[in-house]
C-alpha cells in the first residue's frame, strides 16, 4: 500500500474538546446529521444487512464468484482476514450458517465491529452528532482510538471511513490512521438502517483480535472458512515492498498455504482468494485453483481501476 505523509496536518479544530465526541449534536430537522435517505435493501421492511464500512480490497463485486464455492449450509462460518465482511454479509443475508466467527488483526475494527453488535444506538447517537467538515475531520483523526472508549473508537472509525479520501484504512508505521480528508460534498456518514442490521446480524457473532492461524484450530467438519488476505501484488510495482515490510509478506503467504493444507486434511471446507501471479501460482499448485476475473474497486489512480485477474483457490 502507499503511504501518503502528511505532514501538513492543520492544528486541532479550535472548537474541538472530548464534549464533541460525547455529546451529540442535533444537526438536522431530524437529528441524522449528514445522512441522506435510506436506499438499502430492506425485507420486511428491515434493512438487511451490509457492510458499514468500505474496505480496501472489498470482496463486494467477486461475490458472484465466491458464493456458490461456500457450501450451501455452514455450521461454523470462519472470516479470519474479515476487513469489511463483505462475505460475511452476503451470507448472513441468506441464512447460510449457524454460527460465524470473525477475526481479524486489526484492533481498532474488530473493537468496531463489537460496538455496533453491543451498543449500536449509543454509535448512533455520536454519529448523529458529529458534523462534515476538514477541521473536524482531522481532529478526530488526531485522537487516539486506544484512549477512547469502544463506542467513540467505532463512531470515529465509520466517519473517518466515510469522509476520508477514496474510503482508505491506512496507517503510518505508528499505527495511527493517516489518511487525508476526502473531497466529499455529502458524505453518508450516518445510516441509521445499515448500522441496526449490521447489529441483529452480528448478535451471535464471535469477534476475535487474532492471527489467522489462531481460530483455526476451531474448525470441525461442516463449517466454512473463507480467506482473504492481503494480496500478493503484481511483482515489480512500487507497492511490492511495502507489501513485504506489511507483515504479510511470502513468509506468511506461506503460512497460509500450510493452514489450508491443514483443513483440506482435517475435512474443512475452505476457500481462497489472491492475486494472480506467479508465487500465488506456485503456492497453490496441487490445490483446486480458478482463475476470475474481477474490479478493483479502491483505488486512488482512475487507471489502476481496470479488470485484474484473481484465483480462488478451494479445498
Ligand atoms: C484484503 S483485506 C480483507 C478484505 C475483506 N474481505 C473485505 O471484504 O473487506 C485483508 C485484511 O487482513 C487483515 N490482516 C492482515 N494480516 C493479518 C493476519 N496475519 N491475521 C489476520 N488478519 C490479518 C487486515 O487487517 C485486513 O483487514
Known sequence: MTTVDHANQPELHPEFHPEHILTPVLLGVDGQGSVQGVDQE???GRALPRAFLKWAGGKSQLLPKI?????KRIGTYFEPFVGSGAVF?????????????????????????????????????????????????????ARDPEAMSPVEAAARMIHLNHTGFNGLYRVNKSGLFNVPFGRYKRPRTLNKPVLRAASRALRT???LVADFEDVLPAARPGDAVYFDPPYVPMSGTASFTAYEKSGFGEP????????????QRRGV???????????????YQGL????????????????????VSELLVSV
Open 42 to 44: 430492506t425485507e420486511g
Open 67 to 71: 458464493l456458490p464455492r461456500l457450501p
Open 89 to 141: 454479509w452476503a451470507l448472513a443475508r441468506e441464512g447460510r450458517f449457524d454460527h460465524a466467527v470473525l477475526s481479524d488483526r486489526n484492533a481498532e475494527l474488530i473493537t468496531s465491529y463489537r460496538a455496533i453488535r453491543d451498543d449500536v444506538e449509543d454509535v448512533i447517537a455520536l454519529l448523529a452528532g458529529w458534523s462534515h467538515s476538514e477541521s473536524f475531520y482531522y481532529a478526530l483523526r
Open 205 to 207: 457473532v464471535d469477534l
Open 252 to 263: 506468511a503467504q506461506r503460512r497460509l498455504v500450510l493452514a489450508l493444507e491443514d483443513l
Open 269 to 283: 471446507h475452505a476457500l481462497l482468494s489472491n492475486s494472480d501471479v506467479p508465487l500465488t501460482r506456485e503456492l
Open 288 to 307: 483446486r485453483c480458478e482463475k476470475v476475473q474481477a474490479r478493483r474497486a479502491i483505488n486512488s489512480r482512475a487507471d489502476k481501476r481496470g479488470p
